[in-house]
């Protein structure tokens, strides 16, 4: 084993170890037993269903997403920006990051979203299910409390999609909107690592930041890898529909149209 994998191995151990303290602290809180039991008797969404996880990425300005109308789809963060949303009705949208607890992300962009898509089923950390600022939220049924069953832990609210799509047993997985060059435009200042732009509370980094950023980065492709690994283990299919980008731990499909090709095949049709 060369130096760089022990690295990775020592970091994925103690990463483990932590995880592990979190999970005897969450046994001790009943209340979030009592609620992770109650999520986990609900009906399976995904039998004999696929799952279109929709993503933040540039590229997905690229793509025709109409063609994923009336299919089983999942947004994130700031996905309800995208134009579309009001027409795809979204099955499900996630959030996993902090800055919705810490003010940076309106708690208001809940309702923004159901205002848009009054169906749409909101997945949320169960960790979160006491924070005072979601308590108007707790007994409503289109919020959904999720327990992290994965054993990866630096795959951001990616990561979230897919422990919820194994666990809610979808047939097939797809996403896209998946670059995973994110942290390459955050530090070139450009204004174009998501499809609607950028993250204005990501801005304007210093190194040591940056250099925080670059070694989460490293443990999210590495990550993603064993992602890849433990659902070819498992029999579980899932399917990297993105326009270009660095992932190449997924087999990947060109199911959705580039709307460039949609556009010359209207010229042409006319």
Known sequence: MDFWTLML???DFI????????????CLNPTLWKISKKMNSLPRDGRGENLYIVLNAPSLKTQDLSVLKGTNLMFVNRGFMHPM??????KYHVFIDAKMLKGVWPIAWLDKIWELSPDTKIILPLSWYNDPLLCSYRKDARIYWLKSYLPFYNLGVSGACFDF???????TIYFTGFDATGIAYEMIQSSESHFYGNDEELMGKST?????????????????NRLASYCGKHSIK??????GGLLDMFYREAQIPLL???YSSIQSES
Do not use: G
Request: no cysteine; charged share 25%; aromatic share 6%.
């Open 9 to 11: 191995r020592k970091d």
């Open 15 to 26: 990463l483990s170890l932590i995880e592990n303290i979190r999970k005897v602290k969450f």
């Open 85 to 90: 949303y009001k027409e795809l009705q979204p």
């Open 165 to 171: 799509a194994i666990q809610q047993l979808f047939d």
């Open 208 to 224: 040591s930041q940056l250099a925080i950023d670059l070694l989460m980065h490293s443990r999210h492709l590495h990550d993603l």
């Open 238 to 243: 899932v399917v990297n529909l993105t326009n």
């Open 260 to 262: 460039n090709d949609v």
